[in-house]
């Protein structure tokens, strides 16, 4: 094993897009996984794993480690006449080893031919197609585990299969990296999951259910007829998810149709809820062959989105919005990706850098209140940011509805907030039509919790059902400890704003602190080595719970951050124009709609 530097890793990815890694290694054992997991080139970077890159976009060159298993090798071990358990090593390229446990007389996986991507990804996205679910088929995941260093086996339930999800996707991802993979299968040719409509019909054809090698071929001809061959024509597969979206909705949304004398296609879940086929909202959408540059959703199934020849990331990006904007424009309902984009970028936009009455204040007539600089006037203290690409909201501020607008914010994948006075909380109804019918978590101490669930009352009440319309919140209690979004490290920081406890939150070199008064030292230890800090300062005179601006740049003294933006201001700062006059060179006052970039 050795790193390579600078490395083109267009070939490791199925989109055919021109990128580039820092850093790449492929290692071929535990051991050498190990020795990785201790140099440099792992302990200062970002570590991204990949498999067969069949089902991600990189949006920019990665900036970190590339990883790339090449642990190879498939063992079959007979436990008894029912049951085969087969053992493949995480680099086994998964359409072949399909065809090897078809070829072996092993019943399970036919149904997921020729799928592209390597064994080490089924677990992860749960690979399904026609039917049939990689989890349904897996016994247990070796892995190497990068918390400790050290291998374990993941039993089947611990993996915790969904569609197209799994426990590695959540708190299990850049901690698990897959090495091996057990399948429990079934010595038999006779193939047990035809009920997908074209695999029924093959068995009327027959007169009679048809073996494993009929329906591995099948599948073929059908892969064949409709999806692209990715050594011809790039691609990652489905772009988007099937959405699953509740009973009610679908009734409304299937009423709407009817009228127009459409039939959507629609697969009722064990829970209830409706899966809606995607490929077919995007091609009644009119998004057939639709192209961006080289980017185009693929004639014969929409829901992938091919490279037609000279696509770049930027046209396929452009491509995915599109599709979104307009399925959510014809049906309400907006699609998820189903691609993992991998993007190196972050970016810090200051939603709001007001104080809780804003400015202008309503019915002051100061010269702030009166200014007509657009940086004098200052909406409720928010922020997001894009990160690993996930855009994070911090604080959905009473004016999220128009600070939303204003940014162009159509998707947040998190929501942080950092205690519930009004003025951090009061747009939490209005992140409705963004939460929709997806799962958005939003990160809350248990004082917050507590607060929310009592002020809005309504939507997590248990003694009657909830008003159709609401969309409940996803809340997730957190305490001081750092915890992770999608992989992403989130670490609380304990301030004091007033008497009150409340967290400001730092991801990588980054820092977000709001209404502080005072911070202790422990927690100043957690500001240190950054890129940049936003932090609060009120105006220049004292307040019994805000920095003043001199107290805030006693802790930018003191923590040492490269640069510091100011926000939480309320009138009696000044003109933002004459702010500068007061901060060091490293310090600048922040104003709605600032944006950086790290
Ligand atoms: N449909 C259209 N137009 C289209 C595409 C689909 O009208 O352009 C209709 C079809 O006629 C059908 C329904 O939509 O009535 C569903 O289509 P299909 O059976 O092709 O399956 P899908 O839901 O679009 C999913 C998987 C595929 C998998 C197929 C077959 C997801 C995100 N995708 O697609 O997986 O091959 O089922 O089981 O669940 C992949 O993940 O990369 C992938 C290709």
Redo the contacts with the bound molecule.
């Keep these: 094993m050795e790193f390579e530097y600078n490395k083109d890793i267009t070939s490791l990815t199925t989109f055919g897009i021109p990128v580039k890694t820092a850093v790449f290694a492929e290692y071929t054992s535990e051991k050498e996984l190990l020795k990785i997991s201790r140099s440099p080139e792992w302990l200062d970077n970002d570590v991204l794993h990949i498999g067969g890159g069949s089902?991600l976009l990189f949006v920019n060159d990665f900036k970190g480690l590339v990883l790339h298993s090449g642990i190879k090798g498939i063992v079959r071990y007979d436990k008894d006449p029912d049951t085969v358990y087969v053992i493949a090593g995480a680099a086994e390229n998964w359409a072949r080893f399909v065809d090897w446990c078809v070829a072996e007389g092993l019943a399970g996986l036919e149904n997921l031919a020729d799928?592209p991507g390597e064994v080490g990804a089924a677990p992860v996205q749960n690979?399904?197609?026609?039917?049939v679910e990689a989890g349904d088929l897996i016994h247990s995941v070796e892995c190497f585990d990068t918390f400790t260093r050290k291998t374990v086996t993941l039993r089947h339930d611990e993996c915790r299969f969904a569609y197209?999800d799994s426990m590695f996707k959540h708190e299990g991802k850049d901690r698990y990296y897959v090495l091996r993979v057990s399948f429990k299968l079934r010595p038999s040719l006779e193939a047990r999951n035809i009920s997908?409509g074209p695999l029924r019909r093959l068995t009327e054809q027959l007169g009679r259910n048809p073996s494993i090698s009929e329906v591995l071929a099948e599948i073929k001809k059908i892969?064949g007829a409709?999806?692209p061959d990715p050594a011809v024509i790039g691609s990652a597969?489905?772009f988007?998810?099937?959405p699953v979206i509740g009973e009610f909705h679908f009734r409304e949304l299937d009423n709407l149709l009817c009228a127009e004398g459409l039939e959507i296609?629609h697969y009722p879940q064990p829970d209830g809820s409706i899966k809606l086929?995607?490929?077919?909202m995007?091609?009644k959408a009119g998004l057939?062959g639709y192209c961006i540059g080289g980017a185009q959703v693929y004639p014969?199934?929409?829901?992938?989105l091919v490279n037609k020849g000279g696509a770049s990331t930027a046209d396929v990006v452009a491509l995915s919005r599109y599709v979104c904007d307009r399925v959510q424009a014809r049906f309400g309902i907006r699609l998820e990706k189903?691609v993992n984009f991998i993007d190196s970028s972050f970016t810090f936009r200051m939603l709001g850098s007001g104080t809780s009455k804003g400015v202008p204040e309503v019915g002051c007539m100061c010269p702030v209140c009166t200014s007509s600089d657009i940086h004098d006037k200052r909406r409720r203290c928010s922020a997001l940011l894009h990160v690993k690409g996930m855009n994070i909201l911090i604080d959905p501020s009473p004016d999220f509805r128009q600070q939303a607008l204003d940014a162009g914010i159509r998707s947040l994948d998190a929501v942080l907030i950092t205690h519930s006075h009004f003025d951090h909380i009061g747009g939490l109804e209005d992140l409705r039509p963004i939460i929709g019918e997806h799962q958005v978590p939003i990160y809350v101490r248990e004082d917050v919790a507590e607060d929310l669930r009592r002020r809005l009352y309504y939507l997590f009440r248990e003694d009657a059902p909830l008003y159709p319309g609401a969309a409940p919140l996803d809340l997730h209690v957190i305490d001081d400890t750092p915890f992770s979004i999608n992989g992403l490290t989130v670490e609380p920081i304990n301030v004091l704003h007033g008497k009150k406890p409340i967290f400001g939150y730092r991801i990588g070199d980054f820092a977000y602190i709001t209404d502080a008064k005072k911070i202790e030292e422990e927690e100043r230890d957690k500001l240190r080595d950054l890129k940049l800090l936003i932090v609060n300062a009120l105006r220049l005179t004292d307040h019994f719970a805000h920095f003043t601006l001199d107290e805030a740049l006693e802790l930018i003294r003191d923590v040492k951050p490269e640069r510091a933006v100011l926000t939480h201001f309320n009138h009696e700062i000044g003109l933002h124009s004459e702010i500068p006059n007061l901060l060091p060179p490293n310090v600048i006052p922040g104003y709605d709609g600032l944006e950086i970039t790290l």
């Design positions: 089902n799928i690979v399904g197609a026609y039917g197209r997908y892969r409709k999806l597969g489905s988007f998810k099937n296609p086929a995607a490929g077919w995007i091609e057939k014969d199934q929409c829901l992938v189903e």
